[in-house]
């Protein structure tokens, strides 16, 4: 079983970054894909960025393409999120996730185990 522990949330003005972390345990990490997924508030949860085992591959919602960075450290068992030119409608928990294989998914079925959430907050 694997866990998948979040952090770097926090509260940021519209334009600014942050580096979201997951660090993972319990698992052969450097063989599964991992993802990010992020739920606003009175929305349902919905993908953001997905990297595949080895880190070749990558895939990005549209919203956040050319501002976010999917990146993985398989030495450490950690994936991150860059993002930069955060946006209010950036607005939510991020959750961390663990493919079932070891591709990258856009899709929440591909993923079988959840970290808790790191809330991001933009201001205007």
């Known amino acids: 079983q694997v866990q998948l522990v979040e952090s770097g949330g926090g509260l940021v003005q519209a334009g600014g970054s942050l580096r979201l972390s997951c660090a993972a345990s319990g698992g052969t990490f450097s063989s599964i894909g991992m993802g990010w997924f992020r739920q606003a508030p009175g929305k349902e949860r919905e993908f953001v960025a997905t990297i595949n085992w080895s880190g070749s591959i990558t895939y990005y919602t549209d919203s956040v393409k050319g501002r976010f960075t999917i990146s993985r450290d398989n030495a450490k068992n950690a994936v991150y999120l860059q993002m930069n030119s955060l946006k209010p409608e950036d607005t939510a928990v991020y959750y961390c996730?663990?493919?079932?294989?070891?591709?990258?998914?856009?899709?929440?079925?591909?993923?079988?185990?959840w970290g808790q959430g790191t809330r991001v907050t933009v201001s205007s």
């Open positions: 996730a663990s493919a079932n294989s070891r591709y990258a998914y856009n899709k929440e079925a591909g993923y079988d185990y």
